[in-house]
T-cell receptor, first 113, second 113 residues
Framework: NAGVMQNPRHLVRRRGQEARLRCSPM?????VYWYRQLPEEGLKFMVY????????ESGMPKERFSAEFPKEGPSILRIQQVVRGDSAAYFC???????????FGPGTRLLVL | LAKTTQPISMDSYEGQEVNITCSHN???????ITWYQQFPSQGPRFIIQ???TKVTNEVASLFIPADRKSSTLSLPRVSLSDTAVYYC??????????????FGAGTRLAVHP
């Protein structure tokens, strides 16, 4: 029973480039959540998606950040024109439709040079 | 979502029992209490969840008093590998909606030989 998968595990980008982070939820899970974690801090909610729908993006920065969860394939968190402040660990979690416990992936560590 | 308060850090020794208490004075009737564990460079891992009284699984026990304004995570006979950050969260887990988890700073548990 594979867990939540995220790739890449580490991503290095220069300022101004785009970063694409992928998340494959656990089998049978149709809810995906993205969180960001800065060093020595707790995780901060960014966005909640179901297949082909963004349900809550209240934690997403207004500009440069977008997320999708297409009918087929992984969920994508996209950061355009990255800046050094975007350097963080980005975690994806998934949950089944009824029971809401979230299961987290290993994260993608983004470093912006 | 109810705010939680837990100690910033704790120290213990191998073989001891560790109890981490979390305060959630404003917990709502429908809220459940969930604990996650996070190792460095990994995503949070679900440990245990409960609503009232006592819950036990193969990893830990969760004690919740009648007023539910606090809860205690109990780790029996800790080992060095239990060194991690432990997060206490409360939220409505089974409403059929969703739950954007709000993480605090957590409790950093250091287990010493």
């Amino acid at each position: 029973n594979a867990g939540v998968m995220q790739n890449p595990r580490h991503l290095v980008r220069r300022r101004g480039q785009e970063a694409r982070l992928r998340c494959s939820p656990m089998k049978g899970h149709s809810h995906v959540y993205w969180y960001r974690q800065l060093p020595e801090e707790g995780l901060k909610f960014m966005v909640y998606l179901q297949k082909e729908n963004i349900i809550d993006e209240s934690g997403m920065p207004k500009e440069r950040f977008s997320a999708e969860f297409p009918k087929e394939g992984p969920s994508i968190l996209r950061i355009q024109q990255v800046v050094r402040g975007d350097s963080a660990a980005y975690f994806c979690a998934s949950s089944p439709p009824i029971q809401e416990t979230q299961y987290f992936g290993p994260g993608t560590r983004l470093l912006v040079l | 979502l109810a705010k939680t308060t837990q100690p910033i850090s704790m120290d213990s020794y191998e073989g001891q029992e560790v109890n981490i208490t979390c305060s959630h004075n404003n917990i709502a009737t429908n809220d459940y209490i969930t604990w996650y564990q996070q190792f460095p460079s990994q995503g949070p891992r679900f440990i245990i969840q409960g609503y009232k009284t006592k819950v036990t699984n193969e990893v830990a026990s969760l004690f919740i008093p009648a007023d539910r304004k606090s809860s205690t995570l109990s780790l029996p006979r800790v080992s060095l590998s239990d060194t991690a950050v432990y997060y206490c969260l409360v939220g409505d887990m089974f409403s059929g909606g969703y739950n954007k988890l709000i993480f605090g700073a957590g409790t950093r548990l250091a287990v010493h030989p």
